[in-house]
């Protein structure tokens, strides 16, 4: 599968600095938030209220009741123009924008009646809404008035998995909605309750509990949580569903276990999976296994060793497998049953540990805030290994050459490949869905396609002081450096139209093109 591209990259070449501000916008209050909507309106939040920004400076839109919104705070709605606001405060109410108008959607007014979380569902072109501790609301994005569809209260919270604020929770790390048909998909439900729902009316197609909801020590079966991604074998019409140590293999159209509970599946914690030719091939705490798929049983009789494999990445490039462990790079022969150690353990500087890794063509490509690798996937050859300092990083006792870690923790360990529809043919990208375990010296990053952003430091001829570094993640090139002045910018990114919005006073907004 493949998925659109998450990478943090720098490396050091001569480059242009990037042609002066376009316009300034000066604001009454202290700038504390710059953000870019899906819509290219910029969200500027101040000390008095909330803004939308279009590319020429004009101010579409004020909220006064949104005042001090901090950046964790404000969810982009991917795919639309809306934005979700975690508002703060004992009387506080949560909410979801038009990037555009800045009207709000998706409240009913009732006291008491909050959203905590939100969700976009692009199937059916759907806004979910969580309206408290168990239920979602669902709102049609066909119209512009958001007209009410369906609820549901059984749906537990507990699958909206990342907290963003008090009493607000966001998906990311939650189970992927896997689409059945035009208008169905199969929806993790909380813990082993699923169901295979007709996204129209909110009624199931059919549901399936593997154990009672009530279960000693049982943790729902989310990313977050350090659980695979459930799949779906279009082929053999099969979803596979990872359940504390076991893996459920259900029939798509009934519902129905297609393993015997007792003997099928019997794998420890499923971390990761791929579902091949050969088999399910599944990462555990133990190593990887392969699984047949008619009955579930072990192919093999031991596992491959994979060492921390708690900790470990399990990536698929077409019928290539790799594994990253231990900050090395392991590839995978599954008809051999074999693994061939390509690079020698990674380090990277700045106290940083991997925040996302990508196959692009012939290369694997591990990534931070401020480092970034790239190996050779058939050799294990290293192209580039590159740092470039944190703007922040001289307040800090940094220890250099720190051996890379995957991650820090099980729950920060897994990495997915999913709903990928959309991605550049030849890439594929993994992601941790948890924030990053060490952020060093205020570093800030963003990232579109070939192209990453970068805050930094520049010392040379032709750029000096504080900045954004615009890179080419392939080649390492710096295309263009943006000096701010700012330790820690405020920026945001219309990448479509190459728009730069920054913070270039305490109470400027500034915008420059770029290249």
């Given at each position: ?123 059916t072109n759907q806004l979910w809404t969580l309206k408290g501790t168990r239920g979602i609301n669902t709102w049609s994005l066909d119209t512009n008035t958001l007209q009410y569809g369906w609820g549901r209260n059984e749906i537990k919270?507990d699958i909206a998995v990342d907290k963003m604020a008090s009493l607000t929770w966001s998906f990311r790390g939650a189970q992927p909605l896997l689409y059945t048909g035009k208008n169905s998909a199969i929806v993790h439900l909380g ?325």
């Amino acid at each position: 599968m493949k998925k659109a591209v998450l990478l943090l990259m720098v490396f050091a070449f001569y480059a242009n600095i990037t042609i002066g501000q376009e316009w300034t916008k000066d604001f009454p209050g202290k700038i504390n938030l710059v953000k870019m909507s899906d819509a290219g309106i910029a969200i500027v939040g101040t000390n008095d209220a909330l803004y939308g920004v279009n590319d020429k400076g004009e101010i579409l839109w004020e909220n006064e009741k949104l005042r001090k919104v901090e950046e964790e705070r404000v969810q982009i709605l991917s795919g639309t123009e809306l934005v979700f606001i975690s508002d703060k405060g004992m009387l506080s109410r949560n909410r979801v924008l038009n990037a555009n108008t800045g009207k709000e959607y998706a409240n009913s007014g009732k006291k008491g009646d909050n959203i905590i979380g939100v969700r976009v569902i692009h199937g059916t072109n759907q806004l979910w809404t969580l309206k408290g501790t168990r239920g979602i609301n669902t709102w049609s994005l066909d119209t512009n008035t958001l007209q009410y569809g369906w609820g549901r209260n059984e749906i537990k919270s507990d699958i909206a998995v990342d907290k963003m604020a008090s009493l607000t929770w966001s998906f990311r790390g939650a189970q992927p909605l896997l689409y059945t048909g035009k208008n169905s998909a199969i929806v993790h439900l909380g813990l082993s309750h699923l169901a295979n729902v007709d996204l129209t009316t909110g009624k199931d197609i059919w549901r399936f509990n593997w154990k009672p909801y009530k279960m000693k020590d049982a943790k729902s079966s989310t990313l977050s949580n350090g659980f695979s991604a459930m799949k779906l074998d279009e082929e053999t019409n099969t979803l596979y569903f990872p359940f504390k140590s076991q893996l459920i293999a259900l029939d798509v159209n009934s519902g129905t276990p297609k393993w015997n509970p007792k003997k099928g599946g019997k794998t420890g914690k499923v971390l990761s999976m791929f579902v091949t030719k050969e088999g399910v091939l599944v990462l555990t705490p133990k190593g990887l296994q392969l699984l047949d798929k008619a009955t579930g049983n072990l192919v093999w009789k031991k596992p491959i060793k994979i060492k921390n494999a708690i900790e470990s990445i399990l990536l698929q490039d077409n019928h290539d497998f790799f594994a990253i462990s231990k900050g090395s790079i392991i590839k995978i022969d599954v008809a051999n049953k074999s693994t061939k150690v390509l690079t020698e353990k990674i380090k990277f500087s700045g106290k940083e540990s991997f925040q996302s890794l990508e196959i692009v063509d012939d290369l694997i490509i591990l990534s931070a805030s401020q480092n970034v690798a790239a190996f050779n996937k058939n050799t294990g050859e290293k192209v580039h290994h590159t740092y470039l300092k944190a703007p922040g990083s001289s307040l800090l006792a940094i220890t250099q050459n720190l051996v890379l870690a995957t991650v820090a923790v099980a729950a920060t360990a897994n990495s997915q490949n999913i709903n990928s529809q959309n991605s550049t043919s030849g890439t594929y990208t993994y992601h941790k869905y948890t924030p990053a375990v060490m952020k060093s010296g205020g570093s800030a990053s963003e990232t579109k396609g070939d192209i990453i952003y970068i805050s930094t430091k520049f010392k040379d001829a032709d750029a000096k002081g504080f900045g954004v570094a615009k890179v080419n993640k392939k080649t390492g090139e710096i295309i263009e450096k943006i000096v701010i002045g700012d330790r820690d910018p405020l920026y945001a990114i219309n990448h479509n139209k190459g728009n730069f919005f920054y913070k270039s006073d305490h109470k400027t907004l500034a915008m420059k093109s770029l290249k």
